[in-house]
């Protein structure tokens, strides 16, 4: 349900299905149609009962997101254009 990126300038958690989490501290950049990433810079300190907080959200949601995946994909992508991003699966 999730994952680690690192780049040069900083390091990724993204999140298969992160149009479904409800980003409470609004950290979650678009990816794809459906994949969200929440940005760390490398100097950055983590605050782990948020991180935690958002995999526990992730983890709960992947029964609802393998039942519903066309469904979440489909509105996940309309909503994307709708906002002037171009999605890059769906």
């Known amino acids: 349900v999730c994952a680690i990126n690192s780049g040069r ?3 990724a958690l993204n999140f298969l299905y992160g149009v ?5 501290k ?3 950049r678009a990816g794809t149609s459906v ?3 929440w940005d760390f810079e490398f100097d950055e300190e983590i605050d ?3 991180v935690s907080a ?5 983890v709960t949601k992947n029964d609802d997101y393998k039942a519903n995946r066309q469904a979440v994909q489909d ?3 309309a909503a994307a254009e709708k906002a002037g991003r171009r999605p890059t699966s769906r």
Do not use: G, I, Q, T
């Open 9 to 11: 300038r900083r390091v």
């Open 54 to 58: 958002y995999v526990a959200e992730a």
């Open 35 to 37: 994949l969200m990433s």
């Open 48 to 50: 782990e009962a948020a």
């Open 26 to 28: 609004k950290v979650l």
């Open 75 to 77: 509105a996940a992508y």
């Open 20 to 24: 479904m989490l409800d980003d409470p």
